[in-house]
């Protein structure tokens, strides 16, 4: 038994053979049920319910324990009787076929991407210039892949580029000018097979000739096809503001602000901090540096962030970029070390297990 398929429940050849084909199309293979009695002895298990409108008063009638993801499909225009059977069922949604074909088979290939448990998404940004947020960014997302699987955003047109950081600009693999050019729907899947990457880590980056800007719809396409394929997504994000980058940090679950351990610093870090959305309850400081008169507890009471790491400098961490090795080279360096905690705090957060 295939745990990951969805299940549908019905016995009407018409509506079975629609939703298979639609099931095709979206990479996923159904379990198919005709009785109540198969369709309760996998109600809990199956990542997605589909229920038959022909099958959906007799499923009804046994009270099914309440679930997410449960939806009854119809044919349209479907009739009022159709939604008190959903009620009972506690159904997301009553679907009428073939005018809901679209958002069903958007609804499959999320289960196909493995879409049931979202990853995390995590901002990081500099609280000035040189405050080392894309090499910390980097290393969150190395330290993030003893997790799970990472996707790793460089949404800085203008930086360095992150894949240079992490040894990776060699590797095969798209960057954002083809993501520039797509249209509609983003698999995770695709988006998995198509990155540079290294062992469970992806990588999305700027080409090296030539420029390019963010754009809302590619953005949004990218990180909900990382939230749905990635056990954890990290994005690098530009000091910059503008609406693009605006809606991108709204659709992180954590921001991250890297400050430097000075006066200047710490002064750009506010005027930064301020402008990060107040309700966003999830944001967080990093401090770097040696302790020059400005402490990482001062700098976090003065943003009013809750201070998540203090780092010292790293002795060799040029070196270590410079000969392709990444940041998190030395897995017992102080940022290694910075970063490893991070990532467990943030995804333990969300509820994101060690694999």
Do not use: K, Y
């Not at 639609?22 to 293979?29: D, R, S, T």
């Amino acid at each position: 038994m295939d745990v990951t398929a969805p299940l549908l429940v019905s016995a009407d050849p018409l509506l079975v053979a629609d939703v298979q084909r639609l099931c095709a199309a979206a990479g996923v293979v159904p379990e198919v049920v005709r009785d109540s009695g198969t369709a309760l002895r996998r109600w809990n298990s199956a990542p997605v319910v589909l229920v038959g409108e022909d099958c959906a008063t007799a499923l009804a009638a046994c009270s099914p324990p309440r679930r997410q993801r449960v939806h009854v499909l119809g044919r349209a225009p479907v009739g009022d009787v159709l939604f008190r059977e959903a009620l009972g069922l506690g159904a997301e949604t009553v679907a009428g076929l073939p005018a809901s074909e679209t958002w069903l088979v958007e609804l499959l290939t999320d289960v196909g991407d493995g879409g049931a448990a979202p990853g995390v998404t995590i901002g990081v940004i500099g609280g000035s210039g040189g405050a080392g947020a894309t090499v910390f960014a980097a290393a969150l997302a190395q330290m993030a892949t003893e997790t799970g699987r990472t996707l790793l955003v460089d949404a800085d047109p203008i930086g360095a580029g992150i894949d240079r950081v992490l040894g990776l600009e060699a590797n095969d693999g798209i960057r954002w000018d083809s993501m520039l050019q797509t249209t509609g729907r983003l698999s995770s899947r695709a988006l998995r097979e198509a990155l540079p990457r290294a062992g469970r880590l992806s990588v999305l980056t700027w080409p090296t000739d030539r420029s390019a800007s963010l754009q809302a719809f590619a953005v949004r396409e990218v990180l909900s096809a990382g939230r749905r394929g990635f056990d954890a997504v990290v994005v690098d994000l530009p000091r910059h503001r503008d609406a693009v980058v605006e809606e991108t940090i709204s659709r992180c679950d954590h921001v991250v602000l890297v400050s430097t351990l000075t006066v200047p610093g710490v002064s750009s870090a506010a005027r930064v901090a301020h402008r990060l959305p107040e309700t966003m309850p999830s944001r967080h400081l990093v401090t770097r540096g040696g302790r020059g008169g400005v402490t990482p507890e001062s700098v976090s009471r003065l943003l009013r962030m809750p201070l998540l790491a203090a780092m010292a400098d790293q002795r060799g961490l040029d070196e270590a970029i410079n000969l392709g090795a990444g940041p998190a080279r030395s897995r017992r360096g102080a940022l290694a070390r910075a970063a490893r905690s991070c990532a467990a705090t943030l995804l333990e957060s969300q509820g994101v297990a060690a694999a």
